[in-house]
């Protein structure tokens, strides 16, 4: 897993990608789904998880209770999400990832309209319980799959490609569900997500159909969570999935709590927040644009300091420099160190245990959102004691260390074999 020095030109996000790998015995390697079409799923996934916030008091307002007591609808999704990451890695290896990711897409898109016609808090907070479930399967299994047919090399590439959807997603979910709650309905804009989730899980199921997939990694055999145990017992993933706990734990810790920083600080309008935190995207698009140029710069080691590095800067920008047009190029900037950053963790993920890459990636998977939830639970505290500006720099300098350790702690593991 060290740095690389090139990259081969990226694949093609329009047409089907041919894998590069070269399968035992010389045979050619099978079409795989585009690098299109899963993040046409991502996409909506994501979207879906981030479109939510900025309508919390419009929800509440219509189910006649306080925005606190509606955020259970964020509460009920974000822990299945992150719960049962752990469960469709063995079933990606047992059955195939196309297959479970199929499903799952169906179960989410019907789920999301469901939302829609939800007629009590309770009821949709059930809903959302059931959606997280369902969208728990994508990104994992998208990333995991991308493992099993890009080799390597080229899979930094492949992956800051998928990651072009994620970024969209983020920059139009979070502006789009301040308009929408200015001038339409929450319910409106479940039913839309439905419907178009819904199209680009008949696309997938049809298209998983007529591809030839690998065989899983666990055909026939039984589900076990034993392979999480071995990962953990490995010095060189569990230093990956230590990362991302750290990761997720300081960067989302913190950056969870910016539009309401923003809101306190500069009494800004919901709908410029929305904008205003949109430009992450904006950066993760731009990462997504250049990996391939960037990681043949600087490798991945640089990529990571950089992004750590980055990161250190853009927080106390924020924090000690009170004026909120800064926030809109260093948001920008967040975005392209945090992705810097964490896409090469993915990438190290997908190679942490190629015989049972689902269940390696969705461990990953699981650490970074436990690390997000345990996070802003623990600088939310910061926030109510010390502040603001507290939280921004601790979180900053953690993730600068984090880039350093992480990088010293790779050499001497890869010099000791």
Known sequence: MGSMAKTKPEPNLKSTPQSPTTPLGGIPAPAVVSIALLGAAAFVVTADVRVINPLLPIIATEFKTDVGTTGIIVTSYAIPYGLFQLVYGPLGDRFGKLKIMSVALVLFSIGTIACSFAPSLLLLSLLRFLTGVAAAAIIPMSLAYIG??????????AIGQFLTAVALAQILSTSLGGVVGDFLSWRVLFFFYGLVSLVIGYVFWQTARKVV???PANPGGK???????????????????IAVFIE?????????????????????????????????????????????????????????????????????????????????????????????????????????????????????????????GIGAAVLGTIIDGPGYVAAFVIAGSALALLGFWFVLASRRYNSAR
Not at 148 to 157: A, G, L, M, W
Request: hydrophobic share 50%; proline share 4%; aromatic share 18%.
């Open 248 to 372: 997720g734990f300081f960067f989302f810790g913190a950056f969870s709590f910016l539009g309401a920083f923003l809101r306190d600080q500069y009494n800004l309008l919901y709908v410029a927040i929305g904008f205003i935190l949109s430009g992450f995207g904006l950066g993760s698009m731009i990462y997504s644009r250049s990996v391939g140029w960037l990681v043949g710069r600087f490798g991945e080691n640089g990529l990571i300091l950089m992004g750590g590095s980055l990161i250190l800067v853009c927080y106390l920008i924020i924090g000690l420099i009170q004026a909120w047009l800064l926030f809109i190029p260093v948001n920008i900037l967040l975005g392209l160190g945090y992705y810097m950053m964490h896409s090469t963790f993915q990438t190290k993920a997908t190679e942490m245990a190629p015989g049972n890459r689902g269940t390696a990636v969705s461990l990953f998977a699981f650490s970074l959102f436990l690390g997000q």
């Open 148 to 157: 099993d047919n890009f080799s390597y090399k080229e899979r930094q590439v």
């Open 213 to 215: 997939s690998p065989v």
């Open 223 to 241: 589900i076990s969570f034993r392979p999480y145990v071995t990962l953990l017992a490995n010095p060189a993933p569990r230093l990956v999935i």
